[in-house]
């Protein structure tokens, strides 16, 4: 994920949010990989049990996954650190 598609996973996550009454859609990008290091969906920056619980979830539940994602993608905690861990000049 880059910055760009965090950004737009973010908008659309805040929108979804916004539709209160409409049936709530999945995160899922089809990319289904998850990052080691985050422990998030590379694709949806869901975590596996919010994967997992999605079918089962009642659409409250789902606006909070979603606000999860919205506050991931604008945190930027789906980057991966420096390799060299010492980003100070």
Same mark, same amino acid.
């Given at each position: 994920m880059n910055f760009d598609d965090a950004q737009? =996973? *973010?908008?659309? *996550? *805040?929108a979804v949010q916004r539709a209160a009454g409409d049936a709530v859609p999945s995160p899922c +990008?089809?990319?289904?990989?998850?990052?080691? =290091?985050s422990g998030f969906c590379e694709g949806c920056?869901? +975590?596996i049990p919010e994967i997992a619980g999605w079918s089962k979830m009642e659409d409250e539940a789902r606006r909070g996954v979603w606000h999860a994602i919205e506050l991931r993608a604008r *945190?930027?905690?789906?980057?991966i650190p420096e390799e060299s861990g010492d980003t100070h000049a």
């Open positions: 737009t =996973l *973010a908008e659309r *996550a *805040a +990008t089809s990319v289904c990989r998850m990052d080691r =290091l920056l869901r +975590t *945190a930027g905690i789906w980057r």
